[in-house]
């Protein structure tokens, strides 16, 4: 299985930014796909998610409103558009998938099997 985010770039408060992760070897649309993000001195945390093949989406709560996760199920892909970024979404953005996580644990890193590269997100106030 292997996942590559991309997307990532500088962007000035209040813009936007659409990041795409592409997977092969696991159908995305029976798993749990997620994008994580990791800031400087910060541990990885969620953002937001598809809970196996549901519809349903899951967010961090400071994303709300702000962030939106879809998914390309013929492409085999997942995006995460973010608007109105702040200074604070600077991060090191990553997309994961699991086929073992349970609803309670999705928000956990521990819960995903495969982790794409990485893709940078700066901010700039």
């Known amino acids: 299985v292997q996942l590559q985010a991309s997307g990532g770039g500088l962007v000035q408060a209040g813009g936007s930014l659409r990041l795409s992760c592409a997977g092969s070897?696991?159908?995305?649309?029976?798993?749990?796909m997620a994008w994580f993000r990791q800031g400087p001195g910060k541990e990885r945390e969620f953002v937001a998610a598809f809970f196996r093949s549901g519809r349903n989406t899951y967010y961090k709560d400071s994303v709300k409103g702000r962030f939106t996760i879809s998914r390309d199920n013929a492409k085999n892909a997942m995006y995460l558009q973010m608007n109105s970024l702040t200074p604070e979404d600077t991060a090191v953005y990553y997309c994961?998938?699991?086929?073992?996580?349970?609803?309670?644990?999705?928000?956990?890193?521990?819960?995903?099997?495969?982790w794409g590269q990485g893709t940078q997100v700066t901010v700039s106030s």
């Open positions: 994961a998938s699991s086929s073992r996580a349970i609803l309670s644990a999705m928000r956990s890193p521990d819960a995903y099997d495969y």
């Open positions: 070897g696991r159908t995305f649309s029976r798993v749990t």
